[in-house]
């Protein structure tokens, strides 16, 4: 990550504010998401924002954004009391913002895409957007091909595209929603050069982010949400003062309110605090369970299908997948798992071909996938918690007796796993579809974990979820590989394959193109090289020496 | 007997497939606008003969084809309404409002036609045809393309303007955008639920004339039913061309040509049944179809209502 401030502090600290926020309160039913929020942005600082998922970061952001309204209090931009009532609004206040999910629409250019902010022009304006599109590239430090379609861009590109939209009509304050949870480390670095190039020409950036080394490396002024308050805030001063050390223990304390001795471990580690410890060695004879051999898949509806596949997973090992998303992972997943036949090659459970074995047939081998797609794929949204926790039971016993479902038996599983896997919700027959994200996940982890797995594909076990889940979620991947099981994790969070991974192989349009071993050595650096094409050779190297 | 391939029978024929062709791809027009703004209509069969009777009824009063035109749009105008309400406003299915629109077109424009026509039964005459000078003199496609009545002119505009609207300025990108993904819609200060609304409005016009083309044009009288299912071989017409207006238009032709030449066979001295002759264009578009239909990519957010920071 690049070193920080272009600006000196002190000239921070004087630069006029832009955006000043009074006791900006807004609840939603059962829950204030903000409680009398006061914040100052001012002229040429990174505004770090950070707090855990349910803090009321989106919330603040959706009243800056015009999408909701404030109870009360007040925003004054550039000095006047300001009423932000529509995205419109806010727009013409100088307002960027671009969302933790893409806003871009795939299936239109870059150009379209751009030129849709464009709403005072009769006609699309092509030639103005292209050089609009040349002149925020060339501050941005970034070159987009207007042409193409947004959905093929690569996500570093595509969220170039998204700030240059967020600043398309010349925006004072550019707000980043998460930004650099999907990006690669090159990327992130691109990311971090572009919000330096900004700061330089004078614009505000707040940079919302929960993690803290992120915050001290980008960040002028920092402030930390707990529960819709502001609970820390770090002047450019003071952050100038402290070392990274100091200043992530003061973030910490704020985002959970304790001093750091008292924060739980999980906590911590969760905000990656607390550095993992190295990775134990598997044994050298560990058996090896899972074998994929010159697997081949064919697309159906234009995703990327795997070639030439060859990997193994030993007993007790965890196989990190790490890949910018949509490179075959998805095909990878679903041929292991029985729901894709390859065209060629083969898949080995325990020396056993099970090729040609389906779903169902693979599940009772062992096999198990905990699919990325946890809301669709993964659950029945209108069946009950019970009913979701036997799903791929169903017809068998113990939990259905002569073609009929035994009731009891159904509900004594669902009453155990609720309990083991800490799922909160109200009652077993509750619909799957009303709970969170996070219990979703718990009820996938707790169906696919349960009656003796022996290999298990975690599909990006922790996107989208609170601290305290992830912590779990990765709790119960390594608990899985402690037991001798084989796990291949499938994640785009370098972060958690580096800490979970014993070695982590690197996906790229549908090949394997190299592999690192987790030895603790700027392995997330590596694995982002290999991601981004440079250093191949070092790569195959890398795949010669798995397959000595 | 006419003598196939002269002039006479040549112009015939493409008259009869514009005749049906035109308000079919009217329909079709105004439906590819609904899908891509993220409303799929299934109404248009019923607006189509709503605007059909009402065209009619105000044609036979007033005696002008244009105030014709005119009230039919209107009249389905009305009916769409129904869909904007329900569906884009207040998010109801899709799917059940548009049947409902369908069964209430079909139904209230036969009860009232049986009501005030149903024993007179009376037709209309030809609308004075526009004719294009010098162009109409080339022999066949002369008097045929060119020597059309007014609307045909102004269909074959509506289809021009309709394409330049959607692919050429900033509003048809915007109602593009709130059929793919209406939340970056939203988010980029465009509303989406008046695009949506005014899109619907729009496909009710577009059917309405499309009706009133059918009953004071190409049948010269109004029958209940008359429509066959045309209304929903637009919908079809307007899924399989994803949004291109040349597509509705050739698929629209296709449809008219085979339309044309059951006719024709009927006047051949083959004995071929009456309903093999009816039923020949709806093959036609079957094999078309089976051919193309598997790549009908639809809107993503084609049917589904938007709700603000829903997931």
Redesign the interface.
């Known amino acids: 990550m690049n070193p920080q401030s272009a600006v000196p502090e002190s000239d921070i600290a004087e630069s006029p504010v832009i955006i000043r926020l009074t006791d900006i309160t807004k609840s939603f039913p059962g829950i204030v998401a903000n409680d009398s929020i006061s914040l100052d942005i001012k002229r040429g600082e990174v505004h770090c924002l950070l707090g855990e998922n349910g803090a009321g970061k989106s919330t603040l952001i959706?009243v800056l954004?015009g999408?909701q309204q404030p109870d009360s209090g007040t925003i004054e931009v550039n000095g006047r009391p300001t009423v932000i009532g529509?995205?419109?609004v806010s727009?013409s206040q100088g307002i960027g913002?671009v969302?933790q999910h893409s806003?871009?629409?795939p299936?239109?250019t870059v150009l379209?895409?751009l030129?849709?902010?464009?709403?005072d022009?009769?006609?699309?304006d092509k030639a103005g957007a292209t050089a609009r599109l040349h002149e925020l590239g060339e501050l941005l430090g970034a070159e987009i091909d207007p042409d193409m379609q947004a959905g093929d861009l690569g996500l570093g590109q595509q969220q170039q595209v998204e700030i240059a939209k967020a600043m398309w009509k010349g925006s004072e304050v550019l707000i980043l929603d998460e930004p650099t949870s999907m990006l690669t480390p090159q990327a992130i670095d691109n990311l971090v050069a572009s919000v330096n190039r900004l700061k330089a020409e004078g614009l505000a950036v707040i940079f919302i982010s929960h993690k803290l080394h992120e915050a001290y490396a980008i960040g002028d002024t920092v402030t930390v949400l707990r529960g819709g308050k502001v609970s820390g805030r770090i002047d450019p001063a003071e952050m100038h003062a402290m070392s990274e050390e100091e200043s992530k223990a003061r973030i910490l304390e704020a985002m959970f309110g304790t001093n750091p001795e008292a924060i739980s471990s999980d906590e911590a580690e969760a905000a990656g605090l607390v550095v993992e410890e190295q990775r134990r060695q598997i044994p050298a004879d560990a058996p090896v369970v899972v074998q994929l051999s010159d697997l081949n898949t064919t697309s159906r509806s234009g995703e990327i299908p795997i070639t030439d596949v060859n990997l193994k997973i030993h007993a007790g090992e965890i196989v990190g997948i790490a890949g910018i998303d949509g490179h075959g992972q998805q095909h990878l997943a679903e041929a292991i798992a029985g729901q894709l036949s390859p065209t060629s090659g083969a898949v080995t459970l325990d020396s056993k071909n099970i090729t040609k074995l389906k779903v169902k047939a693979r599940q009772h081998l062992g096999v198990r996938y905990v699919t990325d797609d946890r809301l669709h794929e993964g659950i029945v949204g209108t069946f009950s918690v019970a009913l979701n926790l036997v799903l791929k039971k169903v017809g068998e016993s113990p939990f259905w007796k002569f073609g009929r479902m035994d009731k009891a038996a159904v509900l004594g599983e669902a009453h155990q796993q609720i309990a083991d896997y800490e799922i909160r919700t109200p009652s077993e027959q509750t619909r799957a579809g009303t709970l969170s994200g996070g219990n979703i996940q718990k009820i996938l982890l707790a169906r696919e974990l349960s009656h003796d797995p022996r290999a298990v594909i975690f599909h990006k076990p922790t996107y989208g979820l609170d601290l305290k889940t992830v912590y779990r979620v990765r709790e119960t991947v390594r608990d899985f590989a402690r037991s001798g099981g084989a796990a291949l994790l499938i994640s785009t969070d370098l972060d958690e394959l580096a800490e979970l991974s014993d070695r982590i192989v690197v996906i790229s349009n549908g090949r394997l193109i190299g592999e690192i071993p987790n030895d603790g050595n700027r392995v997330t650096e590596r694995v982002g090289e290999l991601m981004v094409g440079s250093k191949t050779d070092l790569a195959r190297t890398g795949v010669a020496h798995e397959h000595e | 007997m006419i003598p196939f391939f002269s002039d006479a029978f040549l112009t015939a024929f493409v008259v009869a497939a514009l005749a049906s062709a035109i308000p079919v791809m009217l329909a079709a027009i105004g439906e590819t606008v609904g899908e891509q703004s993220g409303v799929l209509n299934l109404g248009i069969e019923g607006l189509l003969l709503i605007g059909g009777y009402f065209g009619f009824v105000a044609t036979i009063v007033t005696g002008s084809f244009w105030l014709g035109f005119l009230i039919g749009a209107l009249a389905s105008i009305i009916l769409s309404s129904i869909l904007m309400a329900l569906s884009v406003l207040l998010g109801l299915n899709q799917i059940v409002v548009g049947i409902g629109i369908t069964l209430a077109g079909t139904g209230v424009s036969s009860v009232l036609y049986d009501f005030s026509y149903g024993s007179s039964k009376p037709r209309l005459g030809l609308d004075a045809p526009w004719t294009i000078p010098f162009l109409s003199d080339i022999p066949v496609i002369g008097p045929s393309l060119f020597a059309q009545p007014g609307m045909f002119y102004v269909s074959m505009l509506l289809a021009l303007v309709t394409s330049i609207w959607l692919y050429?300025?900033?509003?048809?990108?915007?109602l593009?955008?709130a059929g793919?993904?209406p939340?970056?819609?939203?988010?980029?200060?465009?509303n989406v639920a008046v695009t949506r609304s005014l899109a619907v409005l729009f496909g009710g016009a577009m059917s309405g004339l499309g009706g009133a083309y059918l009953a004071l044009i190409s049948a010269g009288t109004f029958t209940p039913g008359m429509t066959h299912g045309m209304g929903f071989l637009a919908i079809v017409i307007a899924m399989l061309a994803r949004g291109r207006l040349l597509w509705v238009l050739l698929i629209s032709l296709i449809y008219g040509l085979f339309v044309a030449m059951g006719t024709v066979l009927q006047l051949t001295s083959l004995n071929i049944p009456n309903d093999v002759v009816t039923i020949m264009p709806f093959i036609a578009v079957m094999i078309v179809l089976t051919f193309f239909a598997r790549r009908s990519a639809l809107p993503?957010a084609l049917a589904i209502p938007y709700v603000?920071?829903a997931r």
Do not use: H
Not at chain 1, 115 to 119: P, Q
Not at chain 1, 121 to 124: A, E, I, V
């Open positions: 959706s954004a999408l529509s995205p419109n727009m913002v969302y806003a871009l629409i299936s239109l379209e895409n030129m849709l902010s464009d709403s022009n009769f006609w699309l | 050429r300025t900033t509003s048809g990108l915007r593009r955008s793919q993904k939340s970056s819609l939203d988010a980029a200060g465009g993503a603000r920071g």
